[in-house]
């Protein structure tokens, strides 16, 4: 059986969706790794050195970790599921690049957002406030297009990129962001909260405190 440890509403909580989706044997472990003596958050600090979440541990023992290594991982164990392209076509090559997108562009930009307020001047937190909206805003218009003439990222059926999508879109809630500007994102990410497989995960992990 894989065992994730993942942090409530933290990207690894995408692959708690992705696992659910793809239907195989897992166990969910939430972890809080700002626990010093916890002793699952001691695990996993071992198990990944980073202290990040999340990790994967497969069956023999291997461990997994970055998003876009888990979740691939995850959707090429259920080929029949289509939760990704099948490797080595050019449609899976166009999935990483949106995968690369969301991990490497759209999850650190919206965490960032948070630092738009740590100026100690009004000038450097204007100047701040510029800098940190125009980067957002350069790839939610990106995604906005994208998503204006069609369901899902890769179009019309739901791939895991789509559940990491929406849980680093969530923290536009605790960033401080708001999404008013971009109405198919809006559309998207009520679409994606209501599937079963993502309602089943959120009722499992429970309320999220931001
Ligand atoms: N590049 C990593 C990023 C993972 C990441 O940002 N994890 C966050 C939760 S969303 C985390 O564990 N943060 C804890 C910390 O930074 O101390 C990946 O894709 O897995």
């Excluded at 239907?23 to 050195?49: C, M, S, T």
């Excluded at 069609?150 to 929406?166: E, K, N």
Aim: proline share 6%; glycine share 6%; hydrophobic share 45%.
């Amino acid at each position: 059986m894989i065992t994730l440890y993942y942090h409530r509403g933290a990207c690894s909580t995408s692959n708690h969706f992705a696992l659910e989706d793809a239907g195989v044997a897992y166990e969910a472990i939430e972890v809080h790794l700002d626990r010093k003596d916890d002793p699952i958050a001691q695990k996993v600090r071992k198990l990944n050195p980073m202290s990040m979440t999340p990790v994967l541990v497969l069956e023999d023992g291997e461990v997994l970790t970055q998003n876009a290594a888990t979740l691939s991982y995850i959707a090429d164990l259920v080929p029949e599921k289509a939760l990704l392209p099948k490797p080595g076509t050019l449609a899976r090559a166009q999935a990483d690049s949106w995968m690369a997108f969301v991990a490497s562009d759209l999850h650190p930009v919206i965490i960032e957002y948070i630092y738009k307020g740590f100026g100690e001047t009004d000038a450097e937190r204007a100047r701040l406030v510029a800098f940190y909206e125009d980067r957002v805003a350069r790839r939610l218009i990106v995604l906005e297009e994208r998503l204006a003439g069609q369901p899902y990222i890769l179009g019309s059926a739901y791939s895991v990129i789509d559940g990491y999508a929406l849980i680093v879109l969530n923290w536009s809630v605790p960033a401080g962001l708001s999404l008013d500007a971009y109405p198919s994102i809006r559309r998207y990410m009520e679409q994606i909260e209501a599937r079963p497989t993502i309602r089943k995960v959120r009722e499992a992990e429970g309320p999220i405190d931001w």
